[in-house]
């Protein structure tokens, strides 16, 4: 499944060690999917990506897209930051709880309206002059 | 440090000599000496055969420091042991404390790059329980009221005005929902408590509280979990109060006052909750109804608390726990709880994903 992309002009504010356990997620943005690891052992998914699986320890694993598809847990605006993130500026982070059981930590993208907690979201993914990476946004009907 | 250091040791009525370890909170990243701990042993010149280091992380650290200086009496490694340390957030660049903090409670590629501060992870569990309970931000904003009702009578409190619920709701915003008032000021501190066994105490002739019950619990989260959780519950907070209750053989109800870690208004409302003082959804009205005031049925933060008193990280454990043993001796003045026995104290990290807890028990 693709994620719809939004261009973002600016780099991202810290710069992302991409390791060999995290460089499929990383190569899934740059293809337009958000993929993440689920167990062979125990089918459980999960993000951020990791060397051994949290519920029982299995290393093997298969890459799956996810739908993009959330609900906003909750969101919060942040108005003192050091300057390294001030390109984030204003700086405005979401939790989301993504329909396939996962819940991550996102950057928000406002529509203009308050957040609206429980409402649907959509995660994207953001380009920059450095690379790729996602956020979240209210969900839109003709996406 | 030095002074204070050598204050504590005066009145507890030790010297030098008595000392066996010491433990020293984990500095903070404003502090240009590095290897602190052993720096100031030449500062105070002691000499020591149980253990001389830093330890904690984050929130914890504090409780921590006191846990490891009575876990050396506990293992006879000290007759005598301190807790203490040194935080001046002053001196360093507000940038660095909150890049520190930022890395601190994010996966490092995979939060802290949204630029979310300690504080923005308790705003998100006020928007969630502002949501979820149907509550206004002017009712939150009460624990902040009534925890500078305390430090209005407190000496070692850095912000000691009374306020108002109005003067805390006009204030700019920092993390929203929460405002200037609702998050902790930059602060300095500086503390050291005396440790040693109860016989050794007795023997001394000095007031003494004693350490009745210690619990921790640490949930398996960093800050969230990655699946679906109810993220304003702080189970550690409940699991290890249980221990430290069961250990101490006594129930929440016997408690007569508690010190409990709290950076934001919210988190106040929220540990309350979760070691079952007030139902869910319900901890809010404690502070508007006084019941958590010093003459009310449960205070809480009687000091002023990380509002009011100050929150200085890294020490502001070993202040909570100062508090419980300045009210147990009945040393409280103007802000004591009267007839206070039992104390309860907690310390975090994260989101509360970890607890400390500890009940004091004053003289019988």
Request: a negative charge.
């Amino acid at each position: 499944m693709k994620l719809p992309q939004v261009e973002l002009g600016l780099r991202r504010p810290l710069p992302i060690e991409v390791t060999a356990v995290t460089l499929p997620f990383w190569k899934s943005l740059e293809s337009g999917q958000f993929c993440v690891p689920r167990c062979k052992h125990c089918d459980r998914l999960s993000f951020p990506p990791r060397k051994i699986c949290p519920q029982c320890h299995g290393d093997k694993f298969d890459w799956q897209p996810l739908s993009g598809r959330g609900l906003l847990y909750s969101a919060t605006k942040v108005h003192s930051s050091p300057s390294i993130y001030g390109i984030l500026s204003p700086v405005r982070v979401a939790i989301v709880d993504l329909e396939e059981g996962l819940r991550l930590l996102t950057r928000w993208l406002p529509s203009g309206a308050d957040p609206c907690l429980d409402c649907p979201v959509q995660l994207v993914i953001t380009r920059h002059p450095d690379g790729h990476h996602y956020a979240a946004r209210e969900a839109r009907t003709h996406t | 440090m030095a002074s204070i250091a050598a204050d504590a040791m005066a009145e507890a009525g030790v010297a030098p000599a008595d000392i066996d370890a010491a433990i020293f909170t984990q500095n903070p990243p404003t502090t240009r000496q590095l290897g602190f701990a052993t720096f100031m042993m030449a500062q105070l010149g002691l000499q020591c055969r149980g253990l001389v280091t830093e330890v904690g992380q984050l929130g914890l650290t504090g409780g921590v420091a006191f846990d490891q200086a009575a876990a050396q009496v506990q293992l006879g490694q000290a007759d005598y042991a301190l807790a203490l340390g040194v935080v001046r957030q002053s001196l360093g660049e507000l940038s660095t404390a909150l890049d520190f903090g930022i890395r601190a409670v994010g996966d490092v590629n995979f939060q802290s790059p949204f630029a979310l501060p300690p504080i923005g992870w308790y705003a998100m569990d006020c928007a969630r329980y502002l949501y979820e309970h149907k509550v206004s931000r002017a009712q939150v904003a009460e624990v902040a009221v009534k925890s500078r009702g305390h430090a209005v009578h407190n000496e070692l409190a850095q912000f000691r005005k009374p306020l108002s619920v109005g003067e805390v709701l006009e204030q700019r915003p920092i993390v929203e929902p929460l405002g200037l008032l609702e998050v902790p000021a930059r602060a300095d501190g500086a503390i050291c408590l005396v440790l040693c066994s109860e016989d050794t105490a007795r023997s001394s002739g000095k007031p003494y509280v004693t350490v009745a019950g210690r619990g921790f619990f640490h949930e398996g989260y960093h800050q969230i979990g990655d699946i679906h959780h109810d993220m304003t519950a702080f189970p550690s907070a409940r699991l290890a109060v249980d221990q430290a209750l069961d250990a101490a053989g006594i129930a929440l109800a016997d408690i007569d006052l508690a010190e409990l870690y709290a950076p934001c208004t919210i988190t106040e409302i929220l540990v309350t909750e979760a070691i079952a003082m007030f139902p869910r959804g319900q901890g809010w009205r404690a502070a508007a109804e006084g019941v958590t005031s010093i003459a009310g049925g449960s205070p809480v933060n009687t000091s002023g608390g990380c509002l009011s008193r100050g929150h200085p990280p890294q020490i502001t454990g070993l202040y909570g726990l100062l508090e419980l043993r300045e009210q147990l001796l009945e040393r409280a003045g103007q802000r004591q709880v009267k007839g206070a026995r039992l104390g309860l104290h907690t310390c975090e990290l994260g989101n509360y994903n970890a607890t400390l807890a500890h009940v004091l028990e004053g003289p019988r």
